[in-house]
Structures are given as C-alpha cells and as structure tokens.
C-alpha cells in the first residue's frame, strides 16, 4: 500500500462547498503518479523507452464529502495478475473517514506498436529503483512466482 496526502484547495469544490467530481479522477492520477515516483519511475523514464501507462477503466465510488482544506490521504494498493493489466484502487481519506473508493484497470502501453504490454509488472521492475520498486508494485501472484 503506497499513500500520499493532498490538500483540497478552493478552486476544485463546487457551487454545493466540495470537492467536484471530476477532482476525484484527478486525486487518484496523483497517487498512481506519485507511486510510480516512490518506485523510481518518472513519467519521462517510460517515454523515454517507449512506454506509458494507460487507464483502462476507472470507477469512482463516493462516501463523504470533501471540503476546502480537507487533508486526503491517497492510499493506493497496486496489484497485478497473469495478463496484460493490473489494478490500482484507491481510498481517499480523511483521518479514519474514506470518503471515496477509486478502481481502476490499467496497462502499459507500447508507443510504437499501440499495444499493452505482456509484463506490465516486470517491465516497471526493470525501470525502477530494485529496492523501493517491489515494495510500491506488490508482490507477484501466486502464478508469476
């Protein structure tokens, strides 16, 4: 589980006082953004070898609301399976509160042939950092061990 905090600035709530629907979508690119970081990763690395992740289907499901100064955790779980994609969810909190669920399917694209890749895991692993890139990307499944 990788977790980062953000602050709920005014310019992203609504007419009703909270956050706008749409933030949600992006509260939870800064975790996945934030933990490929804390594995080593910049975006810049996967261009620079062709690759870059892609969201596949993303589902936000909404708890309590969020609010102007509102510190959120982005707590993010990451795990892969035998194919082509993996899941990264999300919870946003507020202390012990989750305010809303985010799932997401996503993948690694390949630039040149428009295509997901095969290992989406091993190639993240061979990009980042050996020591913080295992701890942030999960564990194998029970099939790639």
Do not use: W
């Amino acid at each position: 589980m990788f977790t980062t905090t953000v602050t709920v600035r005014g310019y992203e709530c609504d007419a009703n006082g909270h956050v706008n629907h749409a933030v949600y979508h992006q509260y939870g690119e800064h975790g996945r953004t934030e933990a490929l970081r804390a594995a080593g990763i910049d975006v810049p690395d996967l261009t620079a070898v062709g690759l870059g992740p892609v969201i596949l289907e993303s589902t936000v499901r909404f708890l309590a609301e969020l609010r102007v100064g509102d510190e959120v955790e982005v707590a993010l779980d990451v795990r892969f399976g035998e194919g082509k994609t993996f899941r990264m969810d999300t919870e946003l909190r507020r202390g012990e509160q989750v305010c809303a669920t985010l799932t997401g399917v996503m993948g690694l694209l390949d630039h040149g042939t428009r295509r997901l890749v095969a290992d989406p895991r091993g190639k993240l692993l061979a990009l980042g950092d050996p020591q913080r890139a295992p701890q942030v990307l999960g564990e194998a499944s029970p099939s790639e061990k």
